[in-house]
T-cell receptor, first 114, second 113 residues
Framework: KAGVTQTPRYLIKTRGQQVTLSCSPI?????VSWYQQTPGQGLQFLFE???????NKGNFPGRFSGRQFSNSRSEMNVSTLELGDSALYLC?????????????FGAGTRLSVL | DAKTTQPPSMDCAEGRAANLPCNHS???????VYWYRQIHSQGPQYIIH???NNETNEMASLIITEDRKSSTLILPHATLRDTAVYYC??????????????FGKGTRLHILP
């Protein structure tokens, strides 16, 4: 069974640009969560989607947005990139929404903003 | 704020059991304890989780105290490949808008040859 797939693995952008990251969940999983990991702040929750609806949101500015498609694949978008957005962005999928459902993580997309 | 407290680092000799403690003194009755680990620059890997009872799987054992205020992750025979950062987190059961998974700083486990 394939795991969580994130594309691309590496990305370099410049300040002011926007970026879209993609996540394909494990087959049969309907919930997708996104996290940002930086050396200073550690792993921080961005948002969670289930059945194409955002169910939960962390404390990030509106420049960070996401969506989920009917096939459960998800994308997250960051507009007007800042240097501080350089991070490892992780996606996790689970069968459904809520703490009873184990989240499985992808390998992440490493974004560098120059 | 992280709802769990872990030591920043621990050492364990290869082949010995690694016992990683976690304090979650404010845990509620409907909150699960989850353990993940992260090997450098990879995505976190699920290890084990529990609500009240002790749990065991092919990777590890989870011992939860009777008052649920702390738990211990046990890797029975540590190998060099177990060197990683181990995160203990708590999550509210059921779909809940307050269920924001909060990762603390974790414990950096060094397995010594």
């Amino acid at each position: 069974k394939a795991g969580v797939t994130q594309t691309p693995r590496y990305l370099i952008k410049t300040r002011g640009q926007q970026v879209t990251l993609s996540c394909s969940p494990i087959s049969g999983h309907r919930s997708v969560s996104w996290y940002q990991q930086t050396p200073g702040q550690g792993l921080q929750f961005l948002f969670e989607y289930f059945s194409e609806t955002q169910r939960n949101k962390g404390n990030f500015p509106g420049r960070f947005s996401g969506r989920q498609f009917s096939n459960s694949r998800s994308e997250m978008n960051v507009s007007t990139l800042e240097l501080g957005d350089s991070a490892l962005y992780l996606c996790a999928s689970s069968r459904a929404w809520g703490a009873k459902n184990i989240q499985y993580f992808g390998a992440g997309t490493r974004l560098s903003v120059l | 704020d992280a709802k769990t407290t872990q030591p920043p680092s621990m050492d364990c000799a290869e082949g010995r059991a690694a016992n990683l403690p976690c304090n979650h003194s404010t845990i509620s009755g409907n909150e699960y304890v989850y353990w993940y680990r992260q090997i450098h620059s990879q995505g976190p890997q699920y290890i084990i989780h529990g609500l009240k009872n002790n749990e065991t799987n092919e990777m590890a054992s989870l011992i939860i105290t009777e008052d649920r205020k702390s738990s211990t992750l046990i890797l029975p025979h540590a190998t060099l490949r177990d060197t990683a950062v181990y995160y203990c987190i708590v999550r509210v059961a059921g779909g809940n808008r307050d269920d924001k998974i909060i990762f603390g700083k974790g414990t950096r486990l060094h397995i010594l040859p």
